[in-house]
């Protein structure tokens, strides 16, 4: 059998007149996109479009919920209770829902954004939150968690198909996590580097952390980020990489 992986990106994260990222361009590229629902990124307009490209270039389409953030980008650690995160969740599902049903195509998934993803990656209380509120509205969408997380435990418990998370420009810690934006080496711009290294974690399900750690991750999605100057470039040349080493890049529901 071979091996498969599914290609993600963040997307739908410009606002008003600010531009962010290369959606259409990297919509070619990807299996399985994340839009972001207003509360970190993204608004109506901005939604609506993205989800109509995703829909007519056959993307796997994914709700992208985040903290109520925008002028941090969701990226900003907030105090909240479990049932603030149950029910942020569920609206942020529902907006993006609403144009997915315009467009007569399923969501596919739920990938939790910035802060939100990394609370709920270590803090099982969220994390149960995120879950629950995917299952209640919507048992058949599949959970994107940080692989080997507490969001990826919560959403088996819950009987939902989860998605083992891993990136592929971000350091990881010891413990399996991901290095905090905040800390210096947190994400990774050799591009040589950053692809073998993705190689790696979907052909030999582990990766080095920043202390030399060898961390085991199981690779089902790997994130690229396409809002970077080079991004595209980046995309092409994984894609080209993945390819060569007998990778089949698949959308998770196929």
Do not use: W
């Amino acid at each position: 059998m071979s091996m498969r992986i599914d290609l993600n990106s963040d997307l739908g994260e410009s606002f008003g007149n600010y531009v962010i990222g290369n959606d259409e361009e990297i919509l070619d590229l990807v299996s399985s996109a994340n839009i972001a629902c207003g509360y970190h990124a993204g608004d109506h307009n901005v939604m609506q479009r993205t989800v109509t490209l995703a829909a007519q270039k056959g993307v796997g389409l994914g709700a992208h919920p985040g903290l109520p953030d925008l002028v941090g980008f969701g990226r900003r650690y907030i105090e909240v209770d479990p049932k603030d995160v149950y029910n942020m969740v569920v609206y942020q599902i529902g907006a993006l829902r609403g144009f997915a049903d315009l467009q007569k195509i399923p969501l596919q998934h739920v990938k939790p954004h910035g802060a939100l993803f990394n609370m709920a990656a270590k803090d099982r209380a969220v994390a149960d939150a995120v879950a629950r509120a995917v299952h209640d509205l919507d048992s058949s969408l599949i959970l994107f968690g940080l692989a080997g997380s507490e969001l990826v435990k919560a959403g088996k418990e819950k009987g939902l198909s989860v998605a083992e998370e891993v990136f592929a420009d971000r350091t990881y810690q010891g413990d399996g996590s991901l290095t905090p934006r905040t800390m210096d080496g947190a994400v990774l711009h050799d591009e040589n580097d950053v692809i073998d290294r993705a190689v790696r974690m979907v052909k030999e399900n582990q990766v080095e952390a920043v202390d030399g750690t060898i961390v085991p991750v199981k690779a089902d999605t790997i994130c690229v980020h396409g809002d970077g100057p080079k991004a595209l470039a980046f995309v092409k040349q994984l894609r080209q990489a993945f390819m060569e080493a007998g990778i089949e890049i698949r959308r998770v529901s196929d």
